[in-house]
């Protein structure tokens, strides 16, 4: 929706279907045309690696949607933007979801 700079209906479906909606809402959509900066793309694979990392790091099981914002750190924290200044910046991702044990 970002990227046609309107909103668009049913995307299809997706691995981390706690994050699924028909259509993003008004006032959303203003709020992230307004305010984000970039957009992430992860895919399936990704999403799994991270569910798999955060249980063996922490012990921690996700569900897919949950483990969505990890994916996405992982994916920028190895990109060549996070890694042309030399620096290795701490990160936070927040790991969401209500089934989360």
């Known amino acids: 929706s970002l990227l046609c700079g309107h909103r668009l209906a049913d995307a299809g479906p997706v691995g981390a279907d706690g994050m699924f909606v028909s259509q993003i809402g008004k006032e959303v959509f203003r709020l992230c045309d307004e305010l ?57 991702a927040i790991g969401s979801g209500a089934s989360q044990i």
């Open 36 to 92: 984000v900066d970039e957009v992430l793309l992860v895919d399936e694979v990704e999403i799994t690696a991270a569910v798999q990392d955060a249980f063996l790091d922490t012990r921690a099981v996700f569900e897919p949607h949950g483990a969505l914002s990890l994916a996405g750190l992982k994916q920028y924290a190895t990109s060549a933007r996070a890694l042309a200044n030399g620096e290795r910046p701490a990160y936070v």
